[in-house]
């Protein structure tokens, strides 16, 4: 029903409001259709919320699609059909909090490769891999903003916080970021 977007070029579609306010209204009769338009238009944002929180692709990929089958499911909850991203970036931070919970309660496994596809270029491997080592404060605004072009004052909302504390985070990040992807430099020198 849904694929999820990961990538720089996987914008969000932007929905104006009243647009999003038919499309949930049909989602709550039971129009898949409209439902899936929403999928199409939140799925990089989720994406984005998981892997942020996350930190691996493949678990963010899974996460992503739960979070989007359970809005279809509970679509009837939601009160403010304006409020269909909030709501939908809630259920995924939900989910992820959870799947944290268990994954700390496991016994850590080594991991490989943090599910990077083969046939992605190394530019990407090396900025995932510095992505992966950013505590989720810093990873995802920074995820939130550049590769789902959302604004610091979208990303404040979503997230729960502050604009301002959403604009420290991103220079922060961008800082680490940089010494993360510093530092792999001169370890290739």
């Known amino acids: 029903m849904c694929v999820i977007h990961g990538g720089v070029k996987d914008r969000e579609l932007r929905l104006n409001a009243e647009v999003e306010n038919k499309l949930v209204s049909s989602a709550r009769k039971g129009d898949r259709t409209a439902y899936a338009r929403l999928v199409e238009t939140y799925s990089p944002r989720v994406f984005a919320i998981c ?8 678990d963010a990929e899974d996460l992503a699609q ?16 304006q409020r269909f991203g909030a709501w ?14 268990r994954r700390k ?3 850590p496994a080594p991991s490989s490769d943090a599910g990077i596809g083969d046939g992605d270029p190394e530019v ?17 605004p920074l995820l939130l903003f550049y590769f789902d072009g959302r604004s610091t004052r979208s990303i404040a909302e979503t997230l729960g916080i502050s ?3 959403v604009q420290t985070r991103l220079g922060r990040g961008r800082r680490k970021l940089r010494d993360y992807l510093g530092s792999e430099d001169s370890d290739h020198e």
């Open 88 to 101: 939908i970036a809630q259920i995924a931070r939900h989910l992820c909090i959870d799947a944290l919970r």
């Open 66 to 81: 739960q979070t989007l089958l359970r809005g279809l499911m509970q679509i009837s909850n939601l009160r403010n059909a």
């Open 124 to 140: 990407y491997q090396r900025l995932e891999a510095a992505l992966a080592k950013l505590k989720p404060d810093y990873r995802m």
């Open 51 to 58: 892997f942020g929180m996350l930190g691996d692709r493949h």
């Open 105 to 107: 309660a496991q016994v």
């Open 163 to 165: 604009q301002a504390t």
